[in-house]
Antibody
Framework: QLQLQESGPGLVKPSETLSLTCTVS??????????WGWIRQPPGKGLEWIGN???????YYHPSLKSRVTISVDSSRKQLSLKLNSVTAADTAVYYC???????????????????WGQGTLVTVSS | DIVMTQSPESLAVSLGERATINCKSS????????????LAWYQQKPGQPPKLLIY???TRESGVPDRFSGSGSGTNFTLTISSLRAEDVAVYYC?????????FGPGTKVDIK
């Protein structure tokens, strides 16, 4: 049974870098049948997509976060990472990692729905 | 970006009654080459991560009860819970993956009347 476990500091100071890791329990993180994503949820609010990374290390980021975010994969450790720099209080949220379904159609890769989610980790930005 | 809207923001339904949630996208999420709508629905209970219910707008994920159904095409979609049970109290989100830049709807909270 696939498990995704987010980890990292629960408190980050303003202007510093938020760094989170997601450890994948089963399977290869480089499997081209899947992609990996980060999604966040401010307290009491809705879901906000942060970005995705694909089997070929291509990434897509939310336009409003693109200048501050980096998503990467360490296949040997089966870990997905998120770095968000220059954080403010507005970045306070529960951060989820998720695995998504990826398919190939006429030679093109297409990222689909998120089928497995981690439990999430709360990150508070405060001095 | 494709903007997703949902209505209503919240609804209260009696046990055993039907709950209907609407989702609208700012542009079509129907991909003509595959004839599939690139839309999913998730259920999120308090303190839990979202759980996938429906993908391709109408395909139920394995293990999801058949009282949950999705319909619609293009820009207008509906999630229906045919006979509400107490364990269905949650917030429901639609999600478009037509664009490489994913977006979620704002969510609809379902409660018991």
């Amino acid at each position: 049974q696939l498990q995704l476990q987010e980890s990292g500091p629960g408190l980050v100071k303003p202007s510093e870098t938020l760094s989170l890791t997601c450890t994948v329990s089963v399977g290869s993180i480089s499997d081209s049948n899947y992609f990996w994503g980060w999604i966040r949820q401010p307290p009491g609010k809705g879901l906000e997509w942060i970005g995705n990374i694909y089997y070929n290390d291509n990434t897509y980021y939310h336009p409003s976060l693109k200048s501050r975010v980096t998503i990467s994969v360490d296949s040997s450790r089966k870990q997905l990472s998120l770095k968000l720099n220059s954080v403010t209080a507005a970045d306070t949220a529960v951060y989820y990692c998720a695995r998504g379904n990826y398919e190939f159609w006429s030679g093109y890769g297409m990222a689909n729905w998120f089928e497995h989610w981690g439990q999430g980790t709360l990150v508070t930005v405060s001095s | 970006d494709i903007v997703m809207t949902q209505s209503p923001e919240s609804l209260a339904v009696s046990l055993g009654e039907r709950a209907t949630i609407n989702c609208k996208s700012s542009q079509s999420v129907l991909y003509s080459s595959t004839n599939k709508n690139y839309l999913a629905w998730y259920q999120q209970k308090p303190g839990q991560p979202p759980k996938l219910l429906i993908y391709w707008a109408s395909t139920r994920e394995s293990g999801v009860p058949d009282r949950f159904s999705g319909s619609g095409s293009g820009t207008n979609f509906t999630l229906t819970i045919s006979s509400l049970r107490a364990e269905d109290v949650a917030v429901y989100y639609c999600h478009q993956f037509f664009s490489g830049l994913f977006t979620f709807g704002p969510g609809t909270k379902v409660d018991i009347k």
